[in-house]
């Protein structure tokens, strides 16, 4: 599976941005597909996930309320929306693929990773 998320950019503080991540290769139907984020100079941390095959969704708690994600079937793209943008949601997003669909908050657990896309939100 190869993935590939694009939507970033630059923004100001209040704004919203949708990611999208477009898997090719294999179908992702059974998988769970996560988002995670690295802001600088720190680890990479879980945004949230989708089983998609259907559709149900985990967030971490800092994601519930402004991150919403969700998928496009027929496009096998997965969409992280992000409203009211904080600067400290400035990072690096990435999506990721887990092979065994389940609900996965580790990093470990998935297969497949894209190469990111940063989101800067000035203040």
């Known amino acids: 599976v190869q993935l590939q998320a694009s939507g970033g950019g630059m923004v100001q503080a209040g704004g919203s941005l949708r990611l999208s991540c477009v898997a090719s290769?294999?179908?992702?139907?059974?998988?769970?597909m996560g988002w995670f984020r690295q802001p600088p100079g720190k680890a990479r941390e879980f945004v949230g996930v989708?089983?998609?095959?259907?559709?149900?969704?985990y967030y971490a708690d800092f994601a519930k309320g402004r991150f919403t994600i969700s998928r496009d079937v027929a496009e096998n793209t997965v969409y992280l929306q992000i409203d009211n943008l904080k600067p400290e949601d400035t990072a690096v997003y990435y999506c990721a693929a887990d092979a065994s669909g389940v609900v996965s908050t580790t990093a470990t657990s998935y297969d497949y990773w894209g190469p990111g896309t940063l989101v800067t939100v000035s203040s």
């Open positions: 989708i089983r998609y095959s259907r559709g149900s969704t």
């Open positions: 290769g294999r179908s992702i139907r059974n998988y769970g």
